[in-house]
């Protein structure tokens, strides 16, 4: 039970460590795309988003949930 709880507990803080790191580049993508280029915000918001959000699809896949990968490979 013991290494079960610490196995999922990396898991979590490595999901939310992706999230936090994914809306940090999302904001930032929009902040330059509209400050600094002059886009429209909702258009750089989006490109932020899917930016974002793409990050997040990569790192959970090979970082956060590389384990259950392995697992299914078995």
Do not use: C, P
């Not at 610490?6 to 930032?28: F, N, Q, T």
């Not at 886009?39 to 930016?51: A, E, K, M, N, P």
């Amino acid at each position: 039970m013991k290494h079960f709880i610490e196995h999922h507990w990396a898991r979590l803080i490595r999901s939310v460590m992706v999230g936090a790191v994914g809306s940090v580049i999302a904001l930032s993508i929009q902040w330059v795309l509209t400050e600094w280029l002059g886009w429209w915000y909702i258009f750089s918001g989006i490109i932020g988003l899917g930016t974002g959000a793409l990050n997040n699809y990569f790192l959970n896949y090979y970082w956060s949930f590389k384990d259950v990968i392995k697992e299914k490979k078995k």
